[in-house]
């Protein structure tokens, strides 16, 4: 099981920072649902060695759909949910960085899979389909939404897309 | 701003917590078994098998050896106090509740004292125990050292993951005094470091080879950096990559204690992004630390109040990257070529609360001027500005009071 070890030491930073994002910017959650999909890869480690990146950025996408569904009576918010800055004024790197999950945090489990998993993990639309078990249909009006639902949260902070 | 890029800078700073790699690692093997346990039990169960299971499981680790060794060093003889530490290691685990980091589900045995020694402020002596945690089906060896008249500190040692024993025990009235358990290598330690006029730092290091306490006993004072380290040969004075052993009061013991030095904590730039580098995820505090140490300009980081958490980057006129911070009191930069390979390192002056951070950069790149909460420079840029090679002088706004700082 070395190079299960290998993996989880070389890809769980990663791996943390899509789940962080997939949890809403709450790096508790985060964690745990990452040590939980690492976990249960251990046992499954022969079938899945060809490509585990995929499988734990499905796991983990999976997971925080979960999280969300069984505390979904009581929402969270774990950053301050107050007025999102819009004002992009000194190029605030630290501004945008929190926006950008606060904005996040905001929108619908799914489609923050989706934005999360296309933009941040660069997968493209057939891959972001089979990480959520979803059609490529569903990818593409849940990115067109998403992406202008971040535009209203986020304002003139959003630019571009890539 | 891209959403890349924003996300990227939302989760630059985000790594796993020590200690993660080795939790998995255990937690999925505990899983494995379990299911392999059940699976095994429902085909027996099915085939009407009552007797003759064998279920597969992970190998045992050999039991730790501390855990019965006979005491050594100069009270090994001494019933009374053998007695007395056990006693006090018991009263331990009765007032300090496990915390995250001790996944202790089960004491059981009774504790074993394997080193007792005399230091400046009295007897001291290490104990080992046997316990049951979460995170392991095997069970884990509880380590702790106790001194002046308690326990001092107290570790879990995973039966698969022995390698990552600290070790390192800090205690004494003014915390100067050290215990290093060799593990079985040799352990170094330094104090002191000096910075040469080519701005490089050097160390001397004595060391204690794997003898047989296998415990190193000294004395350091805070003050002058004392670093262990524990490997196969003695550090050489320029190397500052070795892997520092950290002890368990690395972080404060209580909350909102305020960080030393500026007090700053963040990531802010003096320039704009360059149109062309929008996408570009910056260069990482903790690598521009790793760049200077590798140059051995920068020292070994093993305190919480070593390094505050906060960096001003700037995008030079050259087309380079620089990332300035604070360790020890002194300001910092690291440069970098556009494609990210590391460029050159500057040793900026004392950092001072209550002034601006002032870094001046090589090759007539300007001069980094830092002030968290303020605006500085002619644009009242927020926090941070480069100011342009030639600068003399720089108005610093805090809370709108103007202050015009002179520059090298």
């Not at chain 1, 997939?22 to 690492?38: F, S, T």
């Not at chain 2, 924003?6 to 690692?25: C, Q």
């Amino acid at each position: 099981m070395q190079d299960f070890e290998d993996f989880v030491a070389l890809r769980s930073q990663a791996l943390l920072r899509t789940a962080y994002l997939l949890c809403g910017g709450d790096k508790g959650a985060a964690e745990d649902i990452l040590q939980d999909v690492l976990m249960s890869m251990y046992g499954k480690w022969r079938r899945i060695r060809s490509s585990p990146e995929a499988y734990a950025r499905a796991g983990l996408a999976n997971a925080a759909a979960n999280r969300w569904r069984r505390r979904s009576r009581k929402p969270e918010a774990p950053l301050e949910l107050g007025a999102v800055p819009t004002a992009r004024g000194h190029e605030q790197q630290v501004v945008d960085a929190d926006s950008v999950v606060r904005a996040l945090a905001q929108l619908p489990k799914k489609m923050r899979a989706v934005l999360v998993l296309r933009f941040f993990d660069d997968l493209s639309e057939a891959e972001t389909a089979r990480a959520l078990g979803c059609g490529i249909g569903t990818v593409k009006s849940q990115t067109s939404r998403g992406l202008a639902r971040m535009r209203e949260l986020m304002g003139e902070q959003v630019l571009t897309w890539n | 701003m891209e959403l890349k890029q924003a996300m990227e800078a939302a989760t630059a700073e985000l790594d796993v917590r020590p200690g993660f790699v080795g939790d998995v690692m255990a937690g999925g093997r505990r899983m494995h078994t379990r299911r392999l346990v059940v699976v095994t039990a429902v085909v027996a169960l099915l085939a009407g098998v009552t007797t003759g299971v064998v279920l597969t499981r992970t190998p045992e680790e050999p039991a730790d050896p501390r855990l019965t060794a006979a005491a050594t060093g100069p009270l090994a003889g001494d019933a009374q106090f053998i007695a007395t530490v056990q006693h006090l290691w018991g009263e331990g685990q009765r007032d300090r509740p496990w915390t995250r980091d001790e996944p202790v589900t089960e004491v059981s045995s009774k504790p074993n004292v394997f080193w007792t020694g005399q230091t400046p402020t009295g007897p001291a002596a290490l104990v080992a125990q046997q316990v049951q945690v979460r995170t392991s089906e095997h069970p884990a060896t509880l380590v702790g050292l106790v001194a002046d008249g308690t326990v001092v500190d107290r570790e879990v040692v995973l039966s698969e993951s022995r390698d990552r024993e600290a070790g390192l025990y800090r205690f004494g009235p003014v915390g100067d005094q050290y215990v290093v358990l060799t593990l079985g290598r040799t352990v170094s330690w330094s104090q002191s470091p000096k910075r040469g006029t080519d701005n490089r730092l050097t160390r001397t290091w004595a060391s204690a080879p794997h003898d047989e306490d296998g415990v190193v006993f000294t004395v350091a004072p805070v003050d002058e950096r004392p670093v262990f380290v524990r490997g196969d040969s003695v550090p050489q004075p320029g190397d500052f990559t070795q892997h520092a052993i950290v002890s368990g009061d690395l972080q404060p013991d209580r909350p909102f204690v305020p960080h030393p030095g500026l007090g700053w904590n963040g990531n802010f730039c003096a320039t704009d992004f360059p149109e062309r580098k929008r996408s570009w995820q910056g260069i990482k505090l903790q690598t521009a630390q790793q760049d200077l140490q590798k140059r051995a300009v920068l020292d070994y980081v093993v305190s919480w109040e070593a390094i505050p958490h906060w960096s001003v980057c700037a995008w030079l006129p050259d087309g380079r990257y620089a990332l300035m911070f604070e360790a020890y009191g002194e300001l910092y930069g690291a440069l970098y070529q556009p494609d990210g390979t590391f460029s050159a390192p500057v040793v900026g002056g004392r950092a001072t609360k209550g002034d601006p951070a002032v870094l001046p950069l090589p090759d007539g790149q300007g001069t980094i001027v830092a002030d968290v909460g303020a605006t500085v420079g002619p644009q009242e840029r927020a926090h941070a500005w480069l100011a342009p090679a030639g600068t003399r002088e720089v108005t610093v706004r805090q809370k709108g009071v103007p202050r015009v700082i002179q520059l090298p």
